[in-house]
């Protein structure tokens, strides 16, 4: 089966709100098994939305539209759905009680008319009841076509989806059908079919590295390997499909395992699926026994902000030192002020010394510090803004400082800081 | 003009991802006074994509293809556009020159072929240069339609939007043309429209409370009012559209100077735009010569990194301490034992001792302190997850503590819990 989703909306057109709506049925079609090739926005315009709708139609099985069910005259999907099928509107008295008794609930005023419209539904059609407001979600069906209406608001849209319209889905992909089948037939042969997907997150190498080591298997149907980048990280969705979800679950981790095995690639991954580089660093530090202290100067705060959003993190986060003045760096750290005069707060000296003085006055294990120009101002020649020093210490090994120089804003620069000191932090830990 | 966004990336219709491009170019267009009628979105598969640029092309003159620019196999955006215009790929030795300069500044590896593939440039075009990443965006004209080609990561679309093509558009819709122009014309004669737009931002009133305060400008239908919930504050988006940019800013800023009138409301006006709460206590905090003290638990340096983010921050903020440790607390606040073990770290005692150690050992002129239990884990029944206590101390007035139990999960818990603490600092500021 084919699934496309239509949102209407001149808002969405004009950039006043994001498309969560997109995102959250996009999801559900995967889940499902069902294919997406094509998404479509289009405002509350009647013709245009009809050249949407026959489009979708033309080349997907079952549309999803979202928004326009509202109870004033721009809210026309209902009406437009119905012309493009051909299928007649008729007044639903279950409906409209159920809207009544909402309006009254949150001390709403009823204005008749507007019951009148939003209680109409397409003849034959399945209605999805609204827990949380007025307009119905509905599923109509018409020569192997199925529409599926959703109001607009994403709290609403959302619960009628997960409570009414899954179900119904799976109901028509295994062919038991319900009352929604009454004159339906897919128009596909349809066997179903099961996605199963699965994140490798990869760290210290690019993109391209990452998909010259695994290239034979980007060539591969079923299961796919893409790659993405994130800051500082590259991942790779393996995702296969399959008549039997065990089946779909067994081809990705053959696949994933395969990927573990390569000989560089499979030395940089650091987790999978929800894990975090902070989260694998915290692992390591539990496993290992031991605690981390930092001292952040460019980043303020951030690092320890990452590092904390793990579940547990008190067991090994000792402190964080955020010392933005210099007088901060000598009381806390210990820096000796002849070294912040001779080499600048932003130094290699400067972030060894950081890095010791969190260790060794915290009495943690491991101490990382950040040192570097955030910019957009304060960059000279030798010291471009970007420029970031991340110096380790403890755990019984030799002290380290890299230098980088970061390109972007003042939150991206720091973001990338921050993620490059967890990486760093992972390697140490690892080895 | 008409213009049409295209999203290209398989991710978006497996919902792996939230369609944020498109809000931020629909954004801009309007902006722009440039239509838009439709949007489209479409997977990593030549054939379609064809489709997809084929009925933009036809129905609009600019269209804004985003995503696929990238050094990979799947990434075709540039070849398919190119190939659906007619125009050939050039190698452009400028754009692999900065992409070589980017990679080394990163620490990444070159892999030749990666960068052959993405300085290749269409014959023509107008190269918008990327000042984070590797992709640059480009501008091609042909047969008086327009097509842009964007990368997909946001923090690198967005600079290239904001410095390079909004500035082309603006060119191209007021007629001076410059080398983008060779062989463009708009295909609508369109007297142009222009749109002006600011946000009001307010903390300390929830939605329903600003919405009642000016109740009877969101009635106006030019200039429009639309409020927006955030974490902790709610926006209102005032836009007027004039024939004339002088007139619609005029009409926004009569709106807005009301808006500032309203009796409650104009006393949790905090800032306009891009101003933040972090802005708003650092304009406070640099207008009274005053410095600040963090001392921070449950947020783990989140509010050191929101206060940071604001360009200048190191005038007036002097350091942050993370305290996650009972340890850290005694060590580096001063918090007395006794107070830890009789009341718990999460407790207003607790508090308002390490806001006065922070001050106090910092020599800062505020201090401001967070205590509180983030969850999942770690609830009890008088101390729930959720439950909060911020303290501050310092400039001339008698210490304060606040408790709340926000909702959420562990980070919403977190971000909630910085904002407030932001907003009770701006709050003792002000008065």
Chains 1, 2 share one sequence.
Not at 49 to 75: F, H, N, W
Request: proline content about 5%; overall charge negative.
């Amino acid at each position: 089966m084919i699934g496309e989703i239509v949102c209407v909306g001149t808002e969405l057109l004009l950039g006043q709100i994001i498309n969560t709506n997109a995102r959250f049925l996009a999801e559900r079609l995967a889940e499902l098994g069902i294919d997406a090739y094509f998404q479509q926005v289009v405002g509350d315009n009647r013709g245009r939305l009809v050249a949407a709708l026959e489009l979708a139609l033309q080349r997907s099985d079952l549309v999803i539209a979202c928004g326009g069910l509202g109870p004033t005259e721009d809210d026309l999907t209902k009406e437009t759905v119905c012309q493009t099928l051909g299928v007649r509107l008729v007044p639903d008295p279950g409906v409209a009680e159920r809207i009544v008794g909402v309006l009254r609930g949150h001390g709403s005023r009823v204005v008749e008319a507007a019951v009148a419209k939003q209680s109409l539904v397409p003849e034959g059609a399945t209605v999805l009841p609204n827990p949380v407001g007025t307009a119905p979600g509905l599923l109509v069906s018409k020569g192997g076509k199925h529409v599926a209406l959703l109001p607009g608001p994403p709290q609403e849209l959302e619960p009628i989806v997960r409570q009414h319209l899954v179900p119904l889905l799976e109901t028509l992909l295994t062919g038991h059908g319900g009352p929604v089948q009454a004159g339906a037939r897919t128009s596909t042969s349809g066997r179903r079919s099961y996605l199963f997907s699965r994140m490798v997150k990869i760290c210290h190498m690019g993109e391209p590295a990452v998909e010259e080591a695994v290239r034979d298997l980007i060539h591969s149907a079923n299961p796919t390997v893409a790659p993405y980048v994130s800051i500082g990280e590259t991942h790779l969705r393996v995702t296969a499909k399959a008549a039997d979800p065990d089946e779909a679950r067994r081809l990705v981790e053959d696949a994933v395992a395969a990927i573990c095995r390569r000989e560089t690639l499979g030395r940089y991954i650091f987790g999978f699926d929800e894990d975090t580089i902070a989260s694998a660093c915290g692992n390591l530090l539990r496993q290992k026994g031991l605690s981390l202290a930092l001292a952040e100067s460019l980043t303020g705060g951030l690092v320890g902000h990452m590092v904390t959003q793990v579940q547990g993190s008190s067991e090994y986060f000792e402190r964080g030192l955020v010392v933005y003045s210099n007088r901060a760096k000598i009381e806390l750290l210990g820096v000796a002020p002849e070294l912040l005069s001779r080499h600048g707060a932003v130094s290699e000296e400067v972030a060894r010394a950081m890095a010791l003085g969190a260790q060794s006055r915290s009495g943690a294990d491991v101490g990382l510090a950040l040192t570097g120009i955030a910019g957009p101002d304060g960059g000279t020649g030798p010291k471009p803004v970007g420029l970031v020093y991340i110096a380790l210490a403890g755990a019984d090994k030799p002290e380290e400082c890299h230098r980088y120089v970061f390109s972007g804003d003042r939150q991206l620069v720091t973001e990338r800081a921050a993620h490059r000191a967890l990486v760093l932090l992972w390697l140490r830990l690892r080895d």
